[in-house]
């Protein structure tokens, strides 16, 4: 069973630098055509794709945030790891990781809310 | 970035009845070297994650309900629920996967 989970914070403050957790379970993240995405959601507004990386350690980023953005992974561990630098409130969202076959989101986690807040 | 615009925003459909939504990209979504169309869509209930439905498309996830289908090709895209359920009030979006960055659209509420 495929299981994705998103930690980090829920209060950030702004200027600050968020890193995120999503461990997987039921997947390697070293199996060929396995990758993991990061997704956002403000309250009320629609998807937005963040970061991706592939079974080959290969990155790509949104092209808005690029300059903010840095996802890496730890296959040992399970774990794929996105930081985001100089938060500020309008970064409030929920963030979701996802798994990917090859580049298609087919699993997702439940999200982590994350509130940027002095 | 490619564009994805949805339509509507909202619709309100009854019981039983068809629900159609719309997606088009600013740029064609076919790979020509496999004839396939990097275009995926997703359901999503309030203060759940998305749901994949169908992508390349038309293919539909395992155990997704064979009243959802999708169809077009290149920039124009549908997704058609034949016989609207109770449990198909959500939230629905399109994504393209054919290059970084994705875009998803702006999403179609459907209600009852």
């Known amino acids: 069973q495929v299981t994705l989970k998103e930690s980090g914070p829920v209060v950030v403050k702004p200027t600050e630098t968020l890193m995120l957790t999503c461990t997987v379970s039921g997947f390697s993240l070293s199996n060929f055509r396995m990758g993991v995405s990061w997704f956002r959601q403000p309250p009320g507004r629609a998807l937005e794709w963040l970061a991706h990386i592939s079974s080959s350690d290969e990155k790509s980023y949104s092209t808005s945030l690029k300059s903010r953005l840095t996802i890496s992974k730890d296959t040992s561990k399970s774990q794929v790891i996105l930081t985001m630098t100089n938060m500020d409130p309008v970064d409030t969202a929920t963030y979701y990781c996802?798994?990917?076959?090859?580049?298609?989101?087919?699993?997702w986690g439940q999200g982590t809310l994350v509130t940027v807040s002095s | 970035d490619i564009v994805m615009t949805q339509s509507p925003d909202s619709l309100a459909v009854s019981l039983g009845e068809r629900a159609t939504i719309n997606c088009k990209s600013s740029q064609s979504l076919l790979y020509s070297s496999n004839n396939k169309n990097f275009l995926a869509w997703y359901q999503q209930k309030p203060g759940q994650p998305p749901k994949l439905l169908i992508y390349w498309a038309s293919t539909r996830e395992s155990g997704v309900p064979d009243r959802f289908s999708g169809s077009g090709s290149a920039t124009d895209f549908t997704l058609t629920i034949s016989s609207l359920q109770a449990e198909d009030v959500a939230v629905y979006y399109c994504l393209q996967y054919y290059s970084s960055p994705q875009t998803f659209g702006q999403g179609t509420k459907v209600d009852i």
């Open positions: 996802a798994r990917t076959v090859v580049v298609l989101p087919d699993r």
